[in-house]
T-cell receptor, first 117, second 115 residues
Framework: EAGVTQFPSHSVIEKGQTVTLRCDPI?????LYWYRRVMGKEIKFLLH????????ESGMPNNRFLAERTGGTYSTLKVQPAELEDSGVYFC???????????????FGNGTRLTVT | AQSVAQPEDQVNVAEGNPLTVKCTYS??????LFWYVQYPNRGLQFLLK??????LVKGSYGFEAEFNKSQTSFHLKKPSALVSDSALYFC?????????????FGTGTRLTVIP
């Protein structure tokens, strides 16, 4: 099966610009997660979709970040306007687990490396 | 609050020697523990998990990990390291006490296996 794919792999933008990251989960996976790793830090949870609904968005840092998953397939994460501290690697992951079943591993994409200058 | 600590940023080991990558955690309920590995320019790959049962779990590529409840640890081990094991390793936990699905990760440990 095809894995989780993310686009672009790298993005360099200037402070104040807008960037949109895309994630295509594994086909049939209802659960889609966004995570972020700032250089040298832990990988932090941003939000969780179940199909097209936001199940948990407690990790979203502020209202400059907007995630969507229209139709419950691919997801986009928009940063507008970007700030220097938004630089990092953004990972998307998907899984087929049911809510309440916490023991399934997540399948991760290769990540998008975002650099804000 | 949930958290994961990986006390070593870097671990160096000679090829053929045993390796250990340390992880400790803090959760309110029972932990679901995971190890992931990241090779250069790749995403995180699942290695192994502990949910319940036997404290020693075996995973991919000859890796294993031991769950120690009293020490709240889940160290990753391999009896004989390979150069190809050189990568970034992340420990992660889900907290069954909260019901939340998200994973909490450590800061990662870079393993270098020296030929």
């Amino acid at each position: 099966e095809a894995g989780v794919t993310q686009f672009p792999s790298h993005s360099v933008i200037e402070k104040g610009q807008t960037v949109t990251l895309r994630c295509d989960p594994i086909s049939g996976h209802d659960n889609l997660y966004w995570y972020r790793r700032v250089m040298g830090k832990e990988i932090k949870f941003l939000l969780h979709f179940v199909k097209e609904s936001k199940q948990d968005e407690s990790g979203m840092p502020n209202n400059r970040f907007l995630a969507e998953r229209t139709g419950g397939t691919y997801s986009t994460l928009k940063v507008q306007p970007a700030e220097l501290e938004d630089s990092g690697v953004y990972f998307c992951a998907s899984s087929q687990e049911f809510i309440g079943q916490l023991n399934s591993p997540l399948h991760f994409g290769n990540g998008t490396r975002l650099t804000v200058t | 609050a949930q958290s994961v600590a990986q006390p070593e940023d870097q671990v160096n080991v000679a090829e053929g020697n045993p390796l250990t990558v340390k992880c400790t955690y803090s959760v309110s309920g029972n932990p679901y523990l995971f190890w992931y590995v990241q090779y250069p320019n790749r995403g995180l790959q699942f290695l192994l998990k502990y949910i319940t049962g036997d404290n020693l779990v075996k995973g991919s590529y000859g890796f294993e990990a031991e769950f120690n409840k009293s020490q709240t640890s889940f160290h990753l081990k391999k009896p004989s390291a390979l150069v190809s094991d050189s990568a970034l390793y992340f420990c992660a936990v889900r907290d069954s006490g909260t019901g939340a699905n998200n994973l909490f990760f450590g800061t990662g440990t870079r393993l270098t296996v020296i030929p």
